[in-house]
């Protein structure tokens, strides 16, 4: 029996290391050929030694800039075809108070977070439309659903991901194409790294106190592994997931 996505073309941005490269994994273990979309490309191309069975192809770029990840789709439909499956994990999260949220913090969590995703959504959706088939999961946060202190531009950005998929996913509704959210709390990432170290550096907390801090509103006490947020996103993508659509689902532990 073939594999649930054999052939498929999916393109993983944000996907050299921590959830997205988890996703990549999911995504090619049912048979889709994979783009890897990222910064760095020695660690995309580490990615894609995990990959086994699928054409893959990595390609560096940059999400905020529209000639960058033109390009770089370009080159990836070239590569592998029409991009039917797109996966917009790239973010960034950076703290601060509010009042002492400068200009450039603001500006760099609303373009990598928010334009990254409409930049991506841009650029593949005109396949998935002349296709009659699509699926589209940005990779969003608990912090796209409520509010965090002391991450107000981040959350703001967050935010903005969920409205744009929510609006993308009602004017594409008749055409086969399904345009969703996944929203991981608090995940065992470099991000989660250093938000501990903000922690510890701000407070004076241990390491280990600054992991309960994040932890006392999470039901389940424990953290989200990345193959977790993982097989989410890969069951939006699979059949039988159809009629979700303009979904922002929190994969936290009962946290939101």
Known sequence: ?????????????GAGRGIGAAIAQALAAEGANITLLGRSLDSLQRTAKMLNGVKTFCVSADVTRTDSISAAVAQARAALGPVSILVNNAGRASSAAFHKTDDELWQTMLAVNLTGTFNGMRECLPDMVKLGYG?????????????????????????????????VALEVATRGVTVNAVCPGYTETDLLTEAVS??????????????????????????????????AVLWLCVPGSDAMTGQSIPVAGGEV
């Open 135 to 167: 699926r589209i999961v940005n990779v969003a946060s608990t912090a796209g659903l409520v509010g965090y202190r002391y991450v107000a531009a981040y959350c703001a950005a967050k935010h903005g991901v969920i409205g744009l998929t929510r609006s």
């Open 1 to 13: 029996m073939p594999a649930s996505l054999s052939g498929k073309h999916a393109l993983v941005t």
């Open 198 to 231: 903000n922690i510890v550096s701000a407070t004076g907390l241990t390491p280990e106190a600054a992991r309960a801090e994040l932890l006392k509103d999470n039901p389940q006490k424990r953290f989200v592994t990345p193959a977790e947020v993982a097989n």
